[in-house]
């Protein structure tokens, strides 16, 4: 299995509402991202996990809440979001246990597009 | 992080080779540079990547120079398939954080 598989692949919420996306590789890799991504713009990076534990926090408002359960499975939690957070949000993953590390390459997932109303 | 320079956009005819350039003049000496492209409605796509030596793979080949300043992606035989957005990153996965640029919008024309 060489994919990440990111779901729902759309999702509209109010603003009021509390939803999730989620992200499931079963490659073995040990480091799992988000990104988000604005129409025609390049994909901004917003967390990284390795090994299970946040690793770096892009100052990301709180409103976004990421979870990294298992080393197979990335969630970000949704609340109170505002219409500017609609946008499509990338997972990605990679071995962090390459040497040397920046010959690290991430494999994206197709992303979940996501609608604030 | 170090920045990387691209073109906006670029042409190509379909079975042409196709050159896309990319600007690193403040690269240090454990960034790797990386490859990737996004086509439309999809998630980035790994390319290729290089650390010094030129590098060759099944989808395209990287040509670095000897300073290191700057690389070009050679895409062989351009097919309408390959019409995306390449962008031209540099990784030293130190702190695992790999940031995009601008990229350059490729199209691809019969």
């Known amino acids: 299995d060489t994919e990440v598989t990111q779901t729902p692949k759309h999702l509209v919420m109010g603003m009021t509402n509390k939803k999730s996306l989620k992200c499931e590789q079963h490659m073995g890799h040990r480091a799992m991202y988000w990104y988000k991504q604005k129409a025609k713009k390049p994909p901004e990076l917003m967390f990284v996990y390795s090994y299970e534990k946040l690793s770096i926090n892009e100052s990301v408002p709180s409103r976004f809440s990421p979870e990294c359960p298992n080393s197979s499975l990335l969630n970000l939690h949704l609340h109170a979001l505002q219409p500017e957070d609609s946008a499509l949000y990338l997972c990605?993953?990679?071995?962090?246990?390459?040497?040397?590390?920046?010959?690290?390459?991430?494999?994206f997932g197709a992303g979940s597009r996501l609608t604030v109303l | 992080d170090a920045k990387t320079t691209q073109p906006n956009s670029m042409e190509s005819n379909e079975e042409e080779p196709v050159h896309l350039p990319c600007n690193h003049s403040t690269i240090s000496g454990t960034d790797y540079i990386h490859w990737y492209r996004q086509l439309p409605s999809q998630g980035p796509e790994y390319v290729i990547h290089g650390l010094t030596s030129n590098v060759n793979n099944r989808m395209a080949s990287l040509a670095i120079a000897e300073d290191r300043k700057s690389s070009t992606l050679i895409l062989h035989r351009a097919t309408l398939r390959d019409a995306a957005v390449y962008y031209c990153i540099l990784f030293s996965g130190t702190a695992s954080k790999l940031t995009f640029g601008t990229g350059t919008r490729l199209q691809v024309t019969l």
């Open positions: 990605a993953s990679s071995q962090v246990d390459l040497l040397p590390s920046g010959a690290n390459v991430l494999t």
